[in-house]
Protein backbone atom coordinates (compact mmCIF):
# COMPACT_ATOMS: atom_id res chain seq x y z
CA UNK A 1 0.00 0.00 0.00
CA UNK A 2 1.29 3.60 -1.54
CA UNK A 3 1.75 5.90 1.53
CA UNK A 4 0.92 9.88 1.11
CA UNK A 5 2.33 12.65 2.27
CA UNK A 6 -0.49 15.87 3.16
CA UNK A 7 1.96 19.12 3.84
CA UNK A 8 -1.39 21.62 5.16
CA UNK A 9 -0.11 25.13 5.66
CA UNK A 10 -2.27 27.28 8.42
CA UNK A 11 -2.32 30.93 8.94
CA UNK A 12 -3.19 30.84 12.64
CA UNK A 13 -3.40 34.40 13.19
CA UNK A 14 -6.43 33.73 11.19
CA UNK A 15 -7.78 31.07 12.54
CA UNK A 16 -7.66 32.54 15.92
CA UNK A 17 -9.45 35.70 14.68
CA UNK A 18 -11.88 33.60 13.57
CA UNK A 19 -12.50 31.49 16.55
CA UNK A 20 -12.48 34.63 18.81
CA UNK A 21 -15.25 36.11 16.62
CA UNK A 22 -17.60 33.17 16.81
CA UNK A 23 -16.66 33.16 20.72
CA UNK A 24 -17.88 36.00 20.89
CA UNK A 25 -20.99 36.20 18.59
CA UNK A 26 -21.72 33.10 20.97
CA UNK A 27 -21.63 34.74 24.07
CA UNK A 28 -23.43 38.01 22.83
CA UNK A 29 -26.13 35.28 22.59
CA UNK A 30 -26.10 34.34 25.49
CA UNK A 31 -25.64 37.42 27.76
CA UNK A 32 -28.53 39.20 28.42
CA UNK A 33 -27.01 41.02 31.58
CA UNK A 34 -23.98 40.18 33.45
CA UNK A 35 -22.80 40.79 36.72
CA UNK A 36 -19.19 42.43 38.60
CA UNK A 37 -17.90 38.84 38.62
CA UNK A 38 -18.28 37.97 35.14
CA UNK A 39 -17.65 41.17 34.27
CA UNK A 40 -13.91 41.30 36.13
CA UNK A 41 -13.31 37.63 34.28
CA UNK A 42 -14.30 39.05 30.50
CA UNK A 43 -12.86 42.19 30.58
CA UNK A 44 -9.30 40.52 32.85
CA UNK A 45 -9.88 44.04 35.11
CA UNK A 46 -9.93 43.43 38.83
CA UNK A 47 -13.44 44.05 40.54
CA UNK A 48 -12.13 47.23 42.51
CA UNK A 49 -10.73 48.60 39.10
CA UNK A 50 -14.33 48.06 37.44
CA UNK A 51 -15.90 49.70 40.52
CA UNK A 52 -13.94 52.26 40.51
CA UNK A 53 -13.36 53.77 36.71
CA UNK A 54 -16.56 52.46 35.04
CA UNK A 55 -19.01 51.10 37.67
CA UNK A 56 -19.24 54.88 39.36
CA UNK A 57 -19.91 56.21 36.09
CA UNK A 58 -22.98 57.79 35.85
CA UNK A 59 -23.54 56.59 32.06
CA UNK A 60 -23.04 52.85 33.77
CA UNK A 61 -25.21 53.71 36.91
CA UNK A 62 -28.01 53.99 34.43
CA UNK A 63 -27.65 50.46 33.40
CA UNK A 64 -27.60 48.72 36.68
CA UNK A 65 -30.12 46.84 37.96
CA UNK A 66 -31.26 45.63 42.01
CA UNK A 67 -33.57 44.69 44.15
CA UNK A 68 -33.35 46.20 47.67
CA UNK A 69 -29.66 45.95 48.74
CA UNK A 70 -29.23 42.59 45.98
CA UNK A 71 -26.93 41.44 43.80
CA UNK A 72 -26.16 43.91 40.69
CA UNK A 73 -26.75 43.42 36.96
CA UNK A 74 -25.98 45.49 33.90
CA UNK A 75 -27.47 44.50 30.37
CA UNK A 76 -24.63 43.44 28.56
CA UNK A 77 -24.50 44.85 25.00
CA UNK A 78 -25.31 48.24 26.86
CA UNK A 79 -22.97 48.20 29.21
CA UNK A 80 -20.19 47.04 27.19
CA UNK A 81 -20.38 50.07 24.50
CA UNK A 82 -20.51 52.43 27.19
CA UNK A 83 -17.47 50.78 29.16
CA UNK A 84 -15.86 51.31 25.25
CA UNK A 85 -16.95 55.12 25.99
CA UNK A 86 -15.23 55.42 28.89
CA UNK A 87 -11.91 54.01 27.53
CA UNK A 88 -11.87 55.92 24.93
CA UNK A 89 -11.82 59.48 27.14
CA UNK A 90 -8.74 58.01 28.68
Not at 34 to 39: A, F, K, R, T
Not at 44 to 73: I, T, V
Amino acid sequence: MATAEININVNQAEIKKYLDEKLDGTIQESFFTWDIEVMAKRTCMSKSFLENEFLRDPRMKLLERRKEKGKRYWFYEESKRVMKEIMDEW
